[in-house]
């Protein structure tokens, strides 16, 4: 049964996916790791990205580093580094728009773009187009990319997880019937486990036998969404391509190497504070708050010990976040110990919103807190980053020269309040009540 008509591409929609590209990202950096078991996620202690030779080894998402040194001894193990991922990702959305301004910046390592329309202009077909665009990706950033080519984004999904990795697949109009009976149900974009299962009680297995259901069936029995994705299967092009630049992110993280190392408590609250401030300061220029911290420590010897809490209030001010951390440091601080880095990692982001007044003031509270940082941030805009800062930070920002997670960085003149820098510092007494 053939779902539509003929025409190889009604719109000709391409779906972009990073293979592994936390891993890739590291490997593009760093060749030596290239063919070798490498896992992102060492801040945590649990996986959080592998490479296709770990994978191969038996590793999976969110396993415990432990676990993995059991079924893969020689595995690489690396602490997540966000910054340089993000730099990548704004990398792979430009190498897209030389072709098209239609692009759509899905997530960190996806994107969507519409070459509808480019076959003149170009001077090529949207095949060739596709295959010129994965070349560039794989050949300017070092990564590869498994590409999907199709009518609508729902089938270029479906294509760019066809061949993992570095894939490049082409759904035509008169292929798709194919490509759907290949595909599980279960495995299409939007298509959550308890959907997939209730479709199964009704025989749907695959993602031709759900898009070749009748429409009245499909409307009566399922969500307006699922209904969506039942006509994109067919070929019919109901999602538009989101072109506006994306400002909001699942996750912030922030993480600071500092050399020498240190027993000196004081001073390693005091580099976390400032990967903190640096934290809520994107938080902030997004207009998002966080539910959700993880903080971590780093010993010399590059063993990792952190604490994740869940917050009972979203906020996005250094304070409220450094009280929390305030009362969990003792457990993983140890004086015996040196320390290299600090971390912050902050998730359950959601968008800023006005806070409704409590009985015991703490939201009114976080809100004045809210109003002193917007002035802050208006401060910094004018006069530079951290001209004003919590007195918590005070040792970190006073370091004259420190190395970073990816090597020595500059020397800052942080001297305070003695008149040798071009520009007077200020910094908050911090952690006491507004008044």
């Not at 060492?42 to 040194?69: D, L």
């Not at 039942?230 to 989101?242: A, C, D, P, T």
């Not at 969990?328 to 600090?342: G, M, N, P, V």
Request: proline fraction near 3%; glycine fraction near 6%.
């Amino acid at each position: 049964m053939q779902l539509i008509n003929t025409f190889d591409f009604s719109r000709a929609i391409l779906h972009i996916d990073g293979d592994s590209f936390f891993v890739l990202c590291e490997v593009a950096k760093n060749p030596k790791l290239r063919g070798k078991p490498v896992i992102t996620g060492m801040e945590r202690g649990i996986v959080s990205a592998f490479s296709y030779e770990a994978k191969a080894r038996g590793v999976k998402r969110a396993m415990r580093i432990s676990e993995v040194k059991k079924i893969c001894p020689d595995a690489i193990f690396l602490p997540s580094d966000y910054e340089t991922y993000s730099l990548f990702s704004l990398r792979m959305y430009d190498i897209v728009r030389k072709y098209t301004p239609d692009v759509e910046e899905y997530s960190i390592d996806e994107c969507f773009a519409d070459l509808t329309g480019l076959r003149r202009p170009l001077g090529m077909s949207y095949e060739n187009m596709a295959a010129k665009i994965k070349k560039d990706l794989d050949s300017e950033l070092g990564i590869t990319f498994s590409v999907g080519l199709a009518p609508t984004k729902v089938l270029a999904k479906i294509g760019s997880k066809h061949k993992k990795p570095s894939g490049l697949t082409i759904i035509r109009g008169r292929d798709i019937d194919q490509y759907l009976n290949e595909t599980p149900v279960s495995e299409v974009w939007g298509i959550g486990s308890q959907t997939s299962s209730f479709l199964h009680k009704f025989g749907i297995r695959s993602a031709l036998q759900y898009a070749q259901k009748e429409e009245r069936w499909v409307r009566e029995k399922l969500t307006k969404p699922h209904f969506q994705i039942w006509q994109e299967l067919r070929g019919e092009s109901v999602y538009k391509i989101e072109t506006s630049k994306k400002n909001d992110y699942k996750s912030i993280s922030k993480t600071k190497t500092f050399t020498p190392a240190s027993s000196n408590k004081e001073f390693v609250f005091s580099q976390l504070s400032k990967n903190v401030e640096n934290a809520c300061i994107k938080l902030r220029r997004y207009n998002l708050s966080v539910k959700k911290i993880f903080f971590f420590l780093k010993t010399q010897d590059f063993q990792y010990c952190g604490v994740e809490v869940k917050m009972s209030d979203a906020t996005n001010t250094p304070n409220s976040i450094l009280n929390i951390i305030d009362s969990h440091f003792e457990k993983i601080f140890d004086s015996s110990k040196l320390f290299r880095a600090t971390g912050i990692i902050l998730s359950d982001l959601s968008i800023s919103q006005a806070r409704q007044l409590d009985l015991f003031g703490k939201m009114e509270q976080e809100e004045n807190f809210s109003k002193i940082f917007k002035k802050i941030d208006e401060i910094s805009k004018k006069y530079g980053k951290h001209s004003v800062f919590l007195g918590t930070s005070f040792l970190a920002m006073n370091k004259k020269q420190h190395q970073s997670e990816r090597g020595v960085q500059s020397e800052r003149k942080l001297n305070l309040f003695n008149g040798e820098t071009t520009r007077k510092k200020l910094y908050l007494p911090m952690l006491g009540e507004v008044r």
